[in-house]
Nanobody, 122 residues
Framework: QVQLVESGGGPVQAGGSLRLSCAAS?????MGWFRQAPGKEREGVAA????????FYADSVKGRFTISQANAKNTVYLQMNSLKPEDTAMYYC??????????????????WGQGTQVTVST
C-alpha cells in the first residue's frame, strides 16, 4: 500500500502561481496530477515517469505547469504559473506501479491522495 499526501493548494489570484507537492510512502513508477472541478469529471493534468524518463501534460496546461520530482523520486511537484479561474479544482496526486502509456486515464493508477484545493479568483 502506497500513501500519497498532497500539499500546497490554496487561494490565488488569476495570473499567480502555486506549487503543489505530493509525497509517496512507497514505490512509484508513474506519478500523475489530476484535477476535478465541481460538476466535471476528473481529468489528467500532468504525469512523470519517476527516474527522469519523461513528462506529459494536458494541452490546457502546457507552457504554464511543470511537473518535476525530488532527488528521492518519491516526491513530485506541480509548479503552476499563470493560473486562470478555469484551473480552479481539487487537485489529486496519483501513483502507478508501472510505466503507463495512457497517463491521463484514471484507471491507469493504483493509489490516490486525498486532494488539495486550488481556487483561482479574478
Amino acid at each position: 500500500q502506497v500513501q500519497l499526501v498532497e500539499s500546497g493548494g490554496g487561494p490565488v489570484q488569476a495570473g499567480g502561481s502555486l506549487r503543489l507537492s505530493c509525497a509517496a510512502s512507497g514505490y512509484t513508477a508513474t506519478m500523475g496530477w489530476f484535477r476535478q472541478a465541481p460538476g466535471k469529471e476528473r481529468e489528467g493534468v500532468a504525469a512523470i515517469y519517476t527516474g527522469g524518463r519523461g513528462t506529459f501534460y494536458a494541452d490546457s496546461v502546457k507552457g504554464r505547469f511543470t511537473i518535476s520530482q525530488a532527488n528521492a523520486k518519491n516526491t513530485v511537484y506541480l509548479q503552476m504559473n499563470s493560473l486562470k479561474p478555469e484551473d480552479t479544482a481539487m487537485y489529486y496526486c496519483a501513483d502507478a506501479l508501472g510505466f503507463v502509456g495512457s497517463w491521463y486515464r484514471n484507471e491507469a493508477y493504483h493509489y490516490w491522495g486525498q486532494g488539495t484545493q486550488v481556487t483561482v479568483s479574478t
